[in-house]
């Protein structure tokens, strides 16, 4: 909990979460118990895996986006059964819950399950689960992004898009859009062009991340090749003057996840995550938590890091909520719903200062 005296003010807030992998939200608790169920074997040799303890310590000393996703793609390997995928969607959901979120786009990643056996269905099964009962339970809404591992051959990515399972999650609504994870450097945007013009024919939203680790023409690539919507991270958009006015022009939010960012070694800290300047330029960007389980914190965590380190006001955050909220790819009714509840609690808030 962070010390300053608008935390109860951040808490309440009606939080818009746009970037967590559910993978990422995978505590160490649950990695063992799954583990174990399922007989998981986990590395012998790395002795990071010989309790909650070790493994923590070790997550705390990431040294770069690669680092982390070869411990996510090892945790993941403990989610077999459609229960464990719903279980770890319901941790999420409740922990998204009690910081404040009201509407969460989640993402997920199929090609890392159905390489290791694990059908397509069962996934979505589990998840589709954890969604109903946190929409039930909860009163969040939620939505499925499928994300495709760009560390993989474009063909190969393609191929999964247009499995009979995948497009038939497609129609029937259970997936709102398609988004690009893993190593960035390597793998810029345009590889994956044609997956996302047949995306865009279907009706689908479209995110990619850029910008995280690569340069900001991978920003740029991702916008004119892909088509997308949003950009998730963006931090690098500040590298270039150009192309940040377009991003201001067209409206395109960013959904920046700055305790990520630190862990990863992308910043040194918060405070040079440039939310200052894109509040100034006119960027809209919200503020999410990509992995909790693994960067030690969830999405207020994550807010209260911004307002330590940048000193933010009430219409500060105003606005950065009123952007995550029209950002959503919810309808216009939920829109209007949270818009509300926005506003009822910054009259209350900025009432209560002048007191
Ligand atoms: N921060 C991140 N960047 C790219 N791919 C990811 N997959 C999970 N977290 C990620
Ligand atoms: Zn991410």
């Given amino acids: 909990m962070c010390r300053t005296p608008l935390h109860g003010f951040l808490e309440k807030l009606p939080k818009c979460e746009h970037h967590i992998h559910l993978e990422g939200a995978l505590s160490p608790s649950l990695l063992f118990q799954l583990a174990s169920r399922n007989q998981i074997t986990l590395p012998q040799d790395d002795d990071a895996f010989?309790?909650?303890?070790?493994?923590?310590?070790?997550?705390?000393?990431?040294?770069?986006?690669?680092d982390f996703l070869h411990y996510y793609f090892i945790g993941m390997s403990v989610l077999v059964l459609e229960e464990d995928f719903e279980a770890l969607a319901w941790d999420y959901f409740q922990h998204a819950s009690a910081d404040g979120v009201h509407h969460a786009e989640v993402f997920f990643d199929p090609q890392a399950h159905t390489a290791r056996g694990i059908s397509y269905t069962t996934v979505l099964t589990g998840f589709s689960a954890a969604r109903s009962r946190a929409e039930r339970e909860l009163g969040i809404s939620t939505e499925l992004i499928c994300c495709f591992l760009r560390h993989l051959p474009a063909p190969e990515c393609l191929a999964t898009f247009e499995l009979e399972d995948v497009q038939a999650s497609y129609a029937s609504g259970f997936i709102k859009g398609i988004g690009l994870?893993?190593?960035?450097?390597?793998?810029?945007?345009?590889?994956?062009?044609?997956?996302?013009?047949?995306?865009?024919?279907?009706?689908?939203?479209?995110?990619?991340?850029?910008?995280?680790?690569?340069?900001?023409?991978?920003?740029?690539?991702?916008?004119?090749?892909?088509?997308?919507?949003?950009?998730?991270?963006?931090?690098?958009?500040?590298?270039?003057?150009?192309?940040?006015?377009?991003?201001?022009?067209?409206?395109?939010?960013?959904?920046?996840?700055?305790?990520?960012?630190?862990?990863?070694?992308?910043?040194?800290?918060?405070?040079?995550?440039?939310?200052?300047?894109?509040?100034?330029?006119?960027?809209?960007?919200s503020i999410n938590s990509d992995d909790p389980a693994y960067f030690g914190g969830y999405i207020l965590d994550n807010y209260c890091a911004v307002h330590e380190a940048h000193d933010l006001t009430i219409e500060d955050w105003e606005r950065i909520c009123k952007h995550s909220i029209e950002g959503s790819w919810c309808n216009e009714a939920r829109k209007n719903e949270l818009s509300t509840i926005l506003e009822t609690l910054v009259s209350e808030w900025k009432y209560k200062s002048v007191e």
């Fill in 181 to 285: 994870d893993s190593n960035e450097l390597g793998f810029p945007p345009h590889l994956f062009e044609e997956m996302y013009q047949k995306a865009g024919k279907l009706g689908l939203r479209r995110t990619a991340h850029a910008g995280e680790e690569g340069p900001a023409s991978f920003i740029a690539s991702a916008l004119e090749t892909l088509g997308v919507e949003r950009i998730d991270h963006g931090i690098r958009l500040v590298e270039d003057v150009e192309l940040m006015r377009k991003v201001v022009a067209s409206g395109t939010m960013l959904t920046t996840c700055p305790m990520s960012n630190v862990v990863l070694r992308c910043v040194e800290s918060v405070k040079e995550v440039p939310i200052r300047k894109f509040l100034d330029a006119g960027v809209k960007f």
């Fill in 50 to 66: 010989s309790s909650h303890e070790s493994l923590l310590a070790r997550y705390a000393q990431f040294s770069s986006l690669d």
